[in-house]
């Protein structure tokens, strides 16, 4: 079982970048396949990105294809998400996640969640 904390998040212009990070207090996170999801004002929570065990397999959304990069340090029990070119769309709350299940663009697959860290683009 993991214990994730997210940093990084921010209130930014339309262009720039963040990183956020996500680290596992509990040492395990080499164990879990991982990914970012992210819930705006009123919507659903919305895939954004995942990456295995290793870092060699990586997913995006289509929204953020080109734009975002998700990578992993399992010796610093890290997980990272570099978002560049932010657009004001890209404001929400981003969560680090740990998925159990098969299918890495379904938030139900997802079974272990940090707090989240809020991430506003103004225009």
């Known amino acids: 079982q993991v214990q994730l904390v997210e940093s990084g998040g921010g209130l930014v212009q339309a262009g720039d970048s963040l990183r956020l990070a996500c680290a596992d207090s509990r040492g395990t996170l080499s164990n879990h396949r991982m990914g970012w999801i992210r819930q705006a004002p009123g919507k659903e929570r919305e895939f954004v990105a995942a990456i295995s065990y290793t870092g060699i397999n990586t997913y995006y959304a289509d929204s953020v294809k080109g734009r975002f990069t998700i990578s992993r340090d399992n010796a610093k029990n890290t997980v990272y998400l570099q978002m560049d070119s932010l657009k004001p769309e890209d404001t929400a709350v981003y969560y680090c996640?740990?998925?159990?299940?098969?299918?890495?663009?379904?938030?139900?697959?997802?079974?272990?969640w940090g707090q989240g860290t809020q991430v506003t683009v103004s225009s």
């Open positions: 996640a740990a998925r159990t299940g098969n299918n890495y663009y379904t938030p139900r697959a997802y079974d272990y």
